[in-house]
Each structure stands twice: as structure tokens, then as C-alpha cells.
T-cell receptor
Framework: AQSVTQLGSHVSVSEGALVLLRCNYSSSVPPYLFWYVQYPNQGLQLLLKYTSAATLVKGINGFEAEFKKSETSFHLTKPSAHMSDAAEYFCASPLYSSASKIIFGSGTRLSIRP | DVKVTQSSRYLVKRTGEKVFLECVQDMDHENMFWYRQDPGLGLRLIYFSYDVKMKEKGDIPEGYSVSREKKERFSLILESASTNQTSMYLC??????????????FGPGTRLTVL
């Protein structure tokens, strides 16, 4: 079955440190991949989207993600964490069987230590 | 500014009550979705609608029904609320087409507690 796997339900980093959130997709190469962010008590909003035009995708708030076909990965990074980055992050992919639907990973909660 | 609104941010109901969750979008989107969000499980699709009066079951439709009488509005109905339906409910919308490239736009969520 198609899946999106996020490694680590909770990641904690110090302010100013590198942020790395991991995402792996099912072996069939998806045409699109998404990272969404959910701030406390809010809905999800799109952080960035991979569309096969470029393997390195830049998003909002200094985040970027790199699509690596050989590793079936789409990890999210930010060079220097800020307190305002504390949120839950979801990796997602359109369903092969119904492109209007999206399958989400289980989420990674990012905490920032002062 | 695109917007998806949900009728309540917090809701407390009793077991056996009929519960209505309303969602409205102002983007003229064809697709609308209802998800349930629980810790460690991510988002799970309850129902999906791709047009007015059209609906499709998602991964966990049991205990829920939906209604879409107008393009902008998508309602989730819990016919007889149970404690295991205590959760965060998220509504989303997206346009048709583009083969999966379209992002979904989310509302702020409704945190439902069933006592």
C-alpha cells in the first residue's frame, strides 16, 4: 500500500541549531510531495511542494527540502532553528489511485530549546 | 486571502447526541474533505466530496455522514456521538485537476469532546 513515513514523532533542537525532519515515501516515485506545518491550535498550511522541476525545493520561513529518488526521501531542513518554528510538521503525497486525495505521514512535533 | 472556516473551534457534546460540524470555503473549490487528527496517527480521511451532492468514503467513515448541498459548504454529521469520536476535526478544500499538484487549504479545526 502507498505510504508516507516520518521518522521521529518528536524532535527537539536548540535555538540556532540545524533542523532535520525525515520523510520517506513509497517506492513508486510520486509526481508531487508536500510538507505542511501546523502551529498550535491552527489548521495545516503548506510549507513547500515538490513538483519534479527541481530536486531542491525552497519554502516559507527558511525551510527547504531535497527530493532524493535513490533514497526515496524528502527530508525537511532549516539551517538555524527559531523559537517560532515550534509546530507539528507533516509530509504528504497525492494518492496514486485518486490524485485529489492526499496521504499524510503521522507527523513530527518540533520543539525548540532556548 | 483564501479562507476555510469551521463553525466551532471547541465543542463539548454528550454520548448519543447528534453533532453537526460545518465547513465553508470561499475559493470556489470543487473538492472538500473532512479529516480526523489524533496524536501519533496523523490525519485520517473521513469523507471526501468532489462536487455538490457527490461524496466518497474515506478511510474511517464509520459513525459519520456528510452533506454537500452547496459548493461552498460541507457538513460532517455524527449521528450518535460516542466517546471514541473525541478528536480534532479538520476541514480542507482544493480545486479540481492538475493531477495531484494542488495543495489542500485547511480550516482551523474543531476540537470535539464527547462526554
Amino acid at each position: 500500500a502507498q505510504s508516507v513515513t516520518q521518522l521521529g514523532s518528536h524532535v527537539s533542537v536548540s535555538e540556532g541549531a540545524l533542523v532535520l525532519l525525515r520523510c520517506n515515501y513509497s517506492s513508486s516515485v510520486p509526481p508531487y510531495l508536500f510538507w505542511y506545518v501546523q502551529y498550535p491550535n491552527q489548521g495545516l498550511q503548506l510549507l513547500l511542494k515538490y513538483t519534479s522541476a527541481a530536486t531542491l525545493v525552497k519554502g516559507i520561513n527558511g525551510f527547504e527540502a531535497e527530493f532524493k529518488k535513490s533514497e526515496t526521501s524528502f527530508h525537511l531542513t532549516k539551517p538555524s532553528a527559531h523559537m517560532s518554528d515550534a509546530a507539528e510538521y507533516f509530509c504528504a503525497s497525492p494518492l496514486y489511485s485518486s490524485a485529489s486525495k492526499i496521504i499524510f505521514g503521522s507527523g513530527t512535533r518540533l520543539s525548540i530549546r532556548p | 486571502d483564501v479562507k476555510v472556516t469551521q463553525s466551532s473551534r471547541y465543542l463539548v457534546k454528550r454520548t448519543g447526541e447528534k453533532v453537526f460540524l460545518e465547513c465553508v470555503q470561499d475559493m470556489d473549490h470543487e473538492n472538500m474533505f473532512w479529516y480526523r487528527q489524533d496524536p501519533g496517527l496523523g490525519l485520517r480521511l473521513i469523507y471526501f466530496s468532489y462536487d455538490v451532492k457527490m461524496k466518497e468514503k474515506g478511510d474511517i467513515p464509520e459513525g459519520y455522514s456528510v452533506s454537500r448541498e452547496k459548493k461552498e459548504r460541507f457538513s460532517l454529521i455524527l449521528e450518535s456521538a460516542s466517546t471514541n469520536q473525541t478528536s480534532m476535526y479538520l476541514c480542507a478544500s482544493s480545486p479540481h485537476g492538475s493531477g495531484g499538484a494542488n495543495e489542500q487549504f485547511f480550516g482551523p479545526g474543531t476540537r470535539l469532546t464527547v462526554l
